[in-house]
């Protein structure tokens, strides 16, 4: 609760600050919702176009910083390694564009010693790296064949959906 209503005040945007900490703008209400019943007092106020922090809220984000700094911080010493080094990521370039430069930025907040060489290509041809051991990770779209070489696994799969217009052409197929 306590990054999200920070995200809140950075952004000045309950829709911006949804977006910073990947949650739906209603969930970030919701959660805003519940601290405030929790101090029992408004942390905003709110009107159609803007929202301003009130004192009390103003309170709250300094105790609020030196948390979530405190946490990040025992984060980093205790659960995260000192990691170092050279990680090779594979991408497709869908990836590579829209989802990677969050992750990227956020990955190097945390392991500020850590490069990070990023490759576009096909899903064919990253499968290929990772099997030659080219890459140490991949993020393929589509692939017939997953590397079994050098103790690969699959790390993630996602669901694709296919959406197309009730009776239009591609529905017909």
């Known amino acids: ?86 990680v090779r990521l594979g991408a497709a370039e869908d990836y590579g564009v829209r989802l990677l430069p969050v992750i990227l930025s956020r990955f190097a907040k945390s392991h500020p010693n850590v490069a990070v060489n990023v490759v576009t290509d096909s899903a064919h041809a990253m499968t290929k790296s990772l099997e030659e051991g080219q890459l140490d990770v991949a993020i393929v779209t589509t692939s017939t064949r997953m590397p079994k070489a050098r103790g690969s696994i699959i790390l993630l799969e996602e669901k694709l959906t296919w959406a197309g217009l009730k009776g239009g052409c591609a529905y017909e197929k």
């Open 1 to 86: 609760m306590l990054k999200t209503f920070v995200a809140i005040v950075e952004t000045g945007s309950f829709s911006k600050a949804a977006d910073q900490v990947y949650r739906s703008p209603s969930a970030v209400s919701m959660q805003i919702k519940k601290l405030e019943a929790i101090l029992d007092r408004p942390l905003f106020h709110r009107d159609t176009r803007s929202v301003q922090i009130t004192s009390d809220g103003e309170m709250l984000l300094s105790y609020a910083r030196r948390i979530l700094s405190l946490n990040n911080e025992i984060v980093s010493h205790f659960i995260l390694p000192d990691m170092t080094g050279t």
